[in-house]
């Protein structure tokens, strides 16, 4: 019996040894997103902020607006740099708030972790910033739920940021770099899924291709108004200082 046991202990470290000799840790490669904005929500939330006076009811906008807009984009990634863009769409998916951050998939935003850069080109309706800083500090705090994502098996995290927004995001160590949609990085691997539950809005992986990308094609952007997060925030601020209390939710969703 005891024999058994030795020779069953032995298989069992046998196979592992040989399934952790075959895990592939990807460094370099092209990840797809896609952005999901549910509408409906956003148009009722809206009609509850503006007291009814938004000339229509709920009812007439679900059926004048599909429930979600999606959008495309790319994170391009080798090594700790990082590039994430939007895919150039050639139809009208503009939506009911077309131009404004929560339905616009525009910035274009470069990070480099080993020497703690962060560069993204933001398009505000008619204006164009480019934000130099460093990445955001995220207070992540991991929890023990997974999820399947673009094949990829991804533990969740949750965070607040800039005071009241909620992330729950999803991560797999599996791509051992630091990184992740939009300004979203600071995880124990990339990050292929994020939700604002509170915004209606998500970003998640789609596909990810394991391939070698070169160092041309991850460049930071340069088009814009040179500033860094403190400043944008004081400009768009001086702009919405009008518009009451959504001012709040437009920069906060700007400063994604």
């Not at 939330?45 to 059926?63: P, T, V």
Request: glycine share 8%; net charge positive.
């Amino acid at each position: 019996m005891k024999t058994k046991f030795i020779l069953l202990a032995g298989l069992i470290f046998t196979v592992h040894h040989l399934f952790a000799q075959n895990v592939r840790f990807t460094n370099s490669g092209v990840i797809e997103f896609e952005k999901s904005i549910n509408q409906h929500a956003t148009i009722k939330k809206a009609i509850a902020r503006s007291g009814g006076m938004m000339g229509g009811s709920f009812d007439d906008f679900k059926k004048s607006v599909p429930q979600f807009k999606l959008l495309k984009s790319t994170l391009k990634f080798s090594g700790n740099k990082t590039l994430f863009a939007p895919v150039v769409e050639t139809d009208d998916n503009r939506g009911m708030f077309g131009g404004s951050p929560e339905s616009e998939q525009s910035n274009i935003t470069y990070t480099d972790l080993s020497t703690n850069t962060f560069i993204t080109e933001k398009k505000f309706f008619e204006e164009t910033f480019l934000v130099k800083d460093s990445p955001r500090k995220i207070n992540w705090k991991l929890t023990s739920e997974m999820r399947d994502i673009a094949g990829y098996e991804c533990r969740r995290a949750n965070a607040i940021i800039m005071d009241s927004v909620y992330v729950v995001a999803f991560y797999t160590d599996k791509i051992p770099v630091s990184g992740g949609p939009e300004s979203f990085t600071g995880l124990p691997g990339m990050i292929l899924g994020v939700a604002l539950p509170h915004d209606n809005i998500t970003w998640f992986a789609k596909t990810v291709t394991d391939k070698p990308v070169p160092v041309t094609e991850i460049k930071p952007p340069n088009k814009g108004k040179p500033m860094d997060n403190k400043s944008l925030l004081e400009t768009i601020s001086r702009v919405l200082n009008r518009w009451g209390s959504e001012a709040s939710r437009m920069i906060k969703l700007l400063l994604i």
